[in-house]
C-alpha cells in the first residue's frame, strides 16, 4: 500500500525551501516502521502549472496544512480527487487542527488533530483492512517522544533545502514538543500545553547519524524550550562536545542564568532567536507574554556576553498597537543592540485567543481568505490584511511596517544573515 505524504508550496513565502518537512518526514518514518511503502512529494518552490505533473497515483494521500497554505492545499486536494476519485486524502496539521470543522475542508475524507503520527496509522489501517473508522481522529499526545524513529530524512532530497548556520549548510531537529506558555497570539492546538522532551541521547543519536549519513555539522533546533532546563544543557554539552557541531536555538528571556550561555556557547550555538515581540511593556502584558522589557534587555546583554549572535522576532499590529508603541520598540532596539531585529505583522491565526475572541482585544478581524494570513512577504516585508484595531487600520500597520524597514536597513545587522533572496531565486531559476 503506497502512501504519498504532499507538502503544499507557500506561494507567500520568500523561500519556501529553506527547511526540511520534519512535520512529513517523522510521519513518513513512522508509516515506514509499520511496513508501508512511503513517497514524499515536495512541491514547495513550484507553481500550480508546475506542481500538477508531480501528483502520482497512490492508494492514499495525505496533506500538511498551515493556515496560509490551507487554500492552496484545499486546492490540490480537489485536484486529486479528480484525477483519482477514488483514493482516499486525508488533510492534518495546524490549520485542521485548530479548525477541524471548517467546510473548506470537506474535501478531505478524514482529517487528523493534533500530532499526526498514531492517528496517521490509525487511518492507513483502517483503510487497509476496510474498517470503519470517524472522520475526526486525535490520539492522546506522544509522551515518549524516544520512541519515534529519526525524520526520513531519506525520502527526500536533502540538497534542496537552503537553510544555513554560520554560512554552512544545516539540519533541523526537534528535541521537544508543546509550550507551556500562554501567549494570547499562539496556537497550542498541534502539539499542547505541556512541554514534553526527548532525551538528551537520543538527540545526541540523531545528531550522530547525520554526521555519519550526510557529513553534515550544522543544526537548527526549532524547540520552544530549548534554554529552559540548565541541567539538560549540562548534559548535552557533555554528550556533543568531541562532536565539533554549530548551531543555533530559540530561547526564553527570562532565562537569566549566565551559565546557561556559556553552556550554550560551549555546545556550539552561535545564534539564539528570542521571540522579544515588542519593547512596549503595554503590548507585552496584552500578548501575555510573562516577561518584561527589563528581563529582555538582560537576556540580551548575557548573551552577548557569552558570545553568542541574538537575533530578535518583533509582532507588529497586536491589538493596542499605536504609533507610540512602534517608537518604543524602535528605541529598545536601539538600547539593546540588539544583532538582529526580524518584524512580523501580527495576524490572528487560528486557534489563537484573538481569533476566536477579537472584540475581547479591541480587534476586528476583515478578512477569512487564509491566503492573506501570513505574517511576512516581499521586500517591502508587510504581513497579509487580515484585522484592523482601535488604533490602526490594516493600511497604517502597513505604512509602518515600511518605515520600520527602512529603519532596519539603514541601521544593519551583525552575525551573518541569511541571503534568502538569492537562494529562492538560485532554486527558481534552475
Known amino acids: 500500500m503506497l502512501v504519498d505524504l504532499i507538502r503544499v508550496p507557500d506561494p507567500t513565502c520568500i523561500d519556501d525551501l529553506l527547511d ?6 517523522y510521519l513518513a518514518a513512522v ?3 509499520a511496513g508501508y511503502e512511503v513517497r514524499i512529494t515536495n512541491l514547495a518552490g513550484r507553481s500550480e502549472t508546475d506542481w500538477k505533473p508531480e501528483i502520482k497515483e497512490a492508494d492514499i494521500y495525505g496533506i500538511q496544512l498551515y493556515t496560509p497554505t490551507a487554500p492552496l492545499g484545499i486546492k490540490i486536494a480537489h485536484y486529486i480527487k479528480e484525477m483519482f476519485p477514488d483514493k482516499p486524502v486525508i488533510g492534518g496539521g495546524a490549520h485542521p487542527s485548530a479548525v477541524p470543522e471548517s467546510e473548506e475542508l470537506d474535501v478531505f475524507d478524514r482529517i487528523v488533530i493534533g500530532e499526526g503520527e498514531r492517528s496517521f496509522v490509525k487511518v492507513v489501517d483502517a483503510y487497509r483492512d476496510k474498517t470503519d473508522i470517524e472522520r475526526f481522529i486525535k490520539s492522546d499526545f506522544i509522551e515518549d517522544l524516544d520512541s519515534l524513529p529519526f525524520p526520513a530524512r531519506d525520502l527526500i532530497d536533502m540538497n534542496m533545502f537552503h537553510r544555513k ?3 554552512h549548510r544545516c539540519f533541523g531537529i526537534i528535541g521537544s514538543r508543546g509550550c507551556c506558555y500562554k501567549c494570547a497570539f499562539c496556537d497550542r492546538a498541534l502539539f499542547g500545553e505541556r512541554v514534553r522532551f526527548r532525551s538528551i541521547q537520543n538527540i545526541v543519536d540523531e545528531i550522530n547519524h547525520v554526521i555519519d549519513r550526510y557529513g553534515v555539522r550544522h543544526f537548527e533546533f526549532f524547540d520552544d524550550m530549548f534554554t529552559v532546563s540548565k541541567r539538560r544543557l549540562e548534559e548535552f554539552y557533555e554528550k556533543t562536545k568531541n562532536l565539533n557541531i554549530v548551531y543555533r536555538c530559540n530561547g526564553r528571556t527570562d532565562v ?3 551559565q546557561v550561555y556559556k553552556l550554550l556557547k560551549s555546545s556550539g550555538c552561535r545564534m539564539i532567536c528570542y521571540g522579544i515581540e515588542s519593547g512596549s511593556q503595554k503590548i507585552l502584558n496584552a500578548m501575555r507574554k ?7 534587555l538582560k537576556a540580551i ?3 552577548q556576553e557569552a558570545g553568542i549572535v541574538v537575533a530578535g522576532y518583533f509582532l507588529l499590529g497586536f491589538p493596542g498597537e499605536t504609533k507610540e508603541t512602534i517608537q518604543q520598540t524602535v528605541s529598545f532596539i536601539k538600547a539593546s543592540d540588539i544583532d538582529q531585529a526580524q518584524f512580523y505583522t501580527f495576524v490572528p491565526l487560528p486557534g489563537c485567543e484573538v481569533y476566536k475572541e477579537p472584540e475581547k482585544f479591541g480587534a476586528k478581524i476583515i ?3 487564509f491566503s492573506d494570513y501570513y505574517l511576512v512577504t516581499g521586500t517591502d516585508g508587510h504581513g497579509g490584511k487580515t484585522v484592523e484595531t482601535k488604533y ?3 493600511d497604517e500597520l502597513s505604512e509602518e511596517m515600511k518605515k520600520i524597514r527602512a529603519f532596519l536597513r539603514e541601521r544593519g545587522s551583525r552575525g551573518g544573515m541569511q541571503d534568502y533572496y538569492k537562494q529562492s531565486l538560485k532554486y527558481k531559476n534552475k
Open 20 to 25: 526540511e518537512p520534519l512535520g512529513l518526514l
Open 31 to 33: 508509516l515506514s516502521g
Open 165 to 167: 548556520v554560520d554560512e
Open 256 to 258: 537569566l542564568d549566565p
Open 290 to 296: 510573562g516577561t518584561t522589557v527589563e528581563k529582555n
Open 301 to 303: 546583554k548575557m548573551a
Open 367 to 369: 478578512s477569512h481568505n
Open 392 to 394: 490602526l487600520t490594516a
